[in-house]
C-alpha cells in the first residue's frame, strides 16, 4: 500500500508493555490514533473472535492497562481485540492466558490470525473508520 508501518512486539512484560509502545511511538512521531495494538481478550466469550475497536477502556487487560497509563490516561489508540475465552472451573486467569491453546482450539486461533491479518490489511488500504464498519479489501 506503499506505507511505512512498524510491527514491534515490546520485550517487556505484558504488564509494562505501556513503556515499549509509548516510547517507540514518540521516538517515530506516530500518534496514539495511529498506533494498533493487537491484545487477548477475555471478555470475548469463544477463542477466535476478533473485535477492532477505535478506543476503550483497559477492561481489566493489565498491557493495556500499562499503555494507557504510559499515554498519561489517554484511551484514544485503536485496538484489535482477540477472544481467548475464559479459564473455567478454579483455574487462576493468570495461569490460564500464559498457557497454550489447546489443539482443539488451533483453527479458530489460525481464523483470528487471518482475520486479523485481513483488518490491518483493510486499516492500512481503506483507513480505520472504514476497517471499524467491516469494510475489507
Known sequence: HGRKV?????????????ESVVAL???YKVPPQRVLVIADDLDQ???GTVKLKQRGGHGGHNG??????HLGGSQ??????????????????ASY???EFRRSEMEAVDGAIAECMAIIDS???LGLEKALSGSRL
Open 25 to 27: 511511538a514518540r521516538y
Open 64 to 69: 493495556l492497562r500499562s499503555i494507557i497509563q
Open 76 to 93: 484514544d489508540f485503536p485496538r484489535l481485540k482477540i477472544g481467548i475465552g475464559r479459564p473455567s472451573g478454579q483455574m487462576d486467569v
Open 45 to 47: 466469550p469463544q477463542v
Open 6 to 18: 512498524i510491527l514491534a512486539k515490546p520485550v517487556t512484560f505484558m504488564n509494562n508493555s505501556g
Open 123 to 125: 486499516c492500512l488500504a
Open 97 to 99: 492466558v500464559l498457557q
